[in-house]
T-cell receptor
Framework: DTAVSQTPKYLVTQMGNDKSIKCEQN?????MYWYKQDSKKFLKIMFS???????INETVPNRFSPKSPDKAHLNLHINSLELGDSAVYFC??????????????FGPGTRLLVL | GNSVTQMEGPVTLSEEAFLTINCTYT??????LFWYVQYPGEGLQLLLK?????DKGSNKGFEATYRKETTSFHLEKGSVQVSDSAVYFC????????FGAGTRLTVKP
């Protein structure tokens, strides 16, 4: 059973389009995250939700909007895609929010390419 | 604020060589420290962790010791294998989570 799953795995789209990436975890965790990994492998947190409530919102363009319909899902919607949005996006989850000693479990990533 | 600095890569070693990837951190209080590994085409997965000073995390032959006096958590392995080729991330949690920039390791037969 996949613990943290993301769809789609690959996403190729034109500049200006709107797209969504879905994430689901079956670990029973309370906290979920979105990360962006650039071409140099640098990993940057974007958002974190705990029990469906936003708790971390780093400096991210407001074209990016997370939505958590329930504790097991955290989707990422991106409006008006730009070339610089091309990256790998990872979803992750943990039992508690970034608390001491918490391990995060990562999904396989969604490779977004904006043309 | 909290931050993690790890040695820049890429690192290329021959099979059975000794590996060290340096990691130092800045944080107030007592953070927890982690090493995550990312194999090609996959997400990150926990390799090992330590939650208090002088703790040693170990897994799959890798080790790292939480050194508060030097604010370090260096990753070591005595004899690397080709299958260890991956990107390694040092990270900390201390009311938030910070990752290092990642170090790419390539092990050649």
């Amino acid at each position: 059973d996949t613990a943290v799953s993301q769809t789609p795995k690959y996403l190729v789209t034109q500049m200006g389009n709107d797209k969504s990436i879905k994430c689901e975890q079956n670990l029973g965790h309370d906290t979920m995250y979105w990360y962006k990994q650039d071409s140099k492998k640098f990993l940057k947190i974007m958002f974190s939700y705990n029990n469906k409530e936003l708790i971390i919102n780093e400096t991210v363009p407001n074209r990016f909007s997370p939505k958590s319909p329930d504790k097991a899902h955290l989707n990422l919607h991106i409006n008006s895609l730009e070339l610089g949005d091309s990256a790998v996006y990872f979803c992750a989850s943990s039992q508690e929010p970034s608390a001491k000693g918490e391990t995060q479990y990562f999904g396989p990533g969604t490779r977004l390419l904006v043309l | 604020g909290n931050s993690v600095t790890q040695m820049e890569g890429p690192v290329t070693l021959s099979e059975e060589a000794f590996l060290t990837i340096n990691c130092t951190y800045t944080a107030t209080g007592y953070p927890s420290l982690f090493w995550y590994v990312q194999y090609p085409g996959e997400g990150l997965q926990l390799l090992l962790k330590a939650t208090k000073a002088d703790d040693k995390g170990s897994n799959k032959g890798f080790e790292a010791t939480y050194r508060k006096e030097t604010t370090s958590f260096h990753l070591e392995k005595g004899s690397v294998q080709v299958s260890d080729s991956a990107v390694y991330f040092c990270a900390l949690t201390n009311n938030d989570m910070r990752f290092g920039a990642g170090t790419r390791l390539t092990v050649k037969p």
